[in-house]
């Protein structure tokens, strides 16, 4: 019988310069999806308490200041620690430096990052990470492709429009969920996806969840994001 993670870490540093103006006053998490009236992060944390998360460490950067005093006001579903960087150690560094603050150093933890706007089970996930003994598992998200694809037959002809398909590929979507060991393998300085994750998918103890069908999931990088996301969870 495996234990679900009760603690989590919330990356939140981004500089967001491609959501401009909306993060010139504001971090990236702390902009809101049209419609929504909760911040990205706020809808984070409802999302990991409800998962059975009680300890959250959020990781400020770019005005630190605008989201500490957000979290301070807000009504929370969870205990919340801010940790912000003195001098930028990079993204495994950070997200080493942000562990440490987590209250049960030798008990597994989720981490995510602070632009997801997403939904499903992470104890789905957890127990995923613990049948294969994995070390770090990463959600895996199939994006749409945001232009039309065009299909053709064998001799060149178009047969077909499809508008924004879903990728042919996987990628890493931003959720994560690590053992305790994990983070005495992470960079003081650097990125972790360069260094920790090449060498564990080595040794075979990096597994990747794909989010189940069905799951709501966009990272929001630009106003367009803002835009489509509010579309889709408007009809939803």
């Known amino acids: 019988m495996h234990t679900f993670p009760t603690q989590a870490v919330i990356l939140a540093g981004g500089q967001g310069s491609r959501l401009r103006p909306y993060t010139d006053d504001r971090p990236k998490p702390m902009v809101e999806i049209p419609g929504t009236g909760t911040p990205i992060i706020g809808h984070q944390l409802s999302w990991l308490a409800a998962e059975g998360v009680t300890d959250a460490v959020v990781s400020c950067g770019h005005l630190a200041e605008v989201l500490q005093e957000w979290l301070s006001d807000a009504v929370l579903p969870l205990r919340v620690t801010t940790v912000v960087e003195s001098e930028p150690l990079g993204r495994g560094g ?22 997801i706007w997403t939904r499903f089970s992470l104890r789905e996930m957890a127990a995923f990470h613990a049948e294969r003994d994995a070390t770090a598992t990463l959600a895996l998200a199939r994006p749409r492709i945001p232009w039309g694809a065009v299909e053709t037959d064998a001799f060149g002809h178009i047969t077909d429009f499809i508008e924004a398909p879903p990728s042919p590929y996987l990628i890493n979507a931003g959720v994560y969920v690590f053992s305790p060991a994990f983070t005495a393998l992470l960079p003081d300085r650097g990125d972790h996806e360069r260094t920790t994750f090449p060498r564990l998918a080595r040794e075979r103890r990096l597994a990747g969840y794909p989010l189940p069908h069905g799951a709501y999931w966009r990272a929001i990088d630009t106003a367009k994001d803002l835009t489509e996301a509010a579309k889709e969870l408007d009809g939803r």
């Not at 950070?94 to 632009?115: F, I, Q």
Request: no cysteine.
């Open 94 to 115: 950070g997200l080493k430096y942000a562990a440490a603050r987590l209250p049960a150093p030798d008990e597994p933890w989720y981490a995510t990052n602070g632009d």
